[in-house]
């Protein structure tokens, strides 16, 4: 019984760990430089309340806390093209990115999110 806790624990954290790299991400200096050359598609999934404080100016917005966040977002977002996803730090955003992947959706995860957005620019 000793011996068994170790190992699920173990596993438990290279299953999340493996979860984590399968997810491509860039900074956000890395996601200026696609907006300024490019015409991306940009996914904010803060609540609206933080959406009010600032965002990045040609995100489109789907809380990721609302209940029909999948209707949202596959509705606005072309499953084509790579989707750039952010929240305010980072951990929401890489929930939404595996929810979409899951879905068929070539995602991208800021990492920093908002926060750092407006630290750089």
């Given at each position: 019984m000793k011996k068994i806790v170790p190992l699920l624990f173990l596993s438990f954290f290279f299953f999340n760990c493996s979860?984590?790299?399968?997810?491509?991400?860039?900074?956000?200096k890395e996601l200026?430089?696609?907006i300024e050359k490019e015409n991306i598609q940009l996914l904010d999934v803060r609540t609206p309340?933080?959406?009010?404080?600032?965002?990045?100016?040609?995100?489109?917005?789907?809380?990721?806390?609302?209940?029909?966040?999948?209707?949202k977002a596959s509705g606005s977002?072309?499953?084509?093209?790579?989707?750039y996803i952010y929240c305010r730090s980072g951990r929401r955003s890489a929930k939404a990115s595996k929810i979409l992947k899951e879905k068929?959706?070539?995602?991208?995860n800021v990492l920093g999110g908002y926060n750092q957005w407006r630290k750089e620019n």
């Open positions: 979860t984590q790299e399968d997810l491509k991400s860039i900074s956000t200026k430089g696609l309340k933080e959406v009010k404080r600032g965002f990045i100016e040609t995100a489109k917005f789907v809380n990721l806390f609302d209940a029909d966040f999948l209707t977002l072309d499953k084509n093209k790579p989707v068929g959706f070539k995602v991208v």
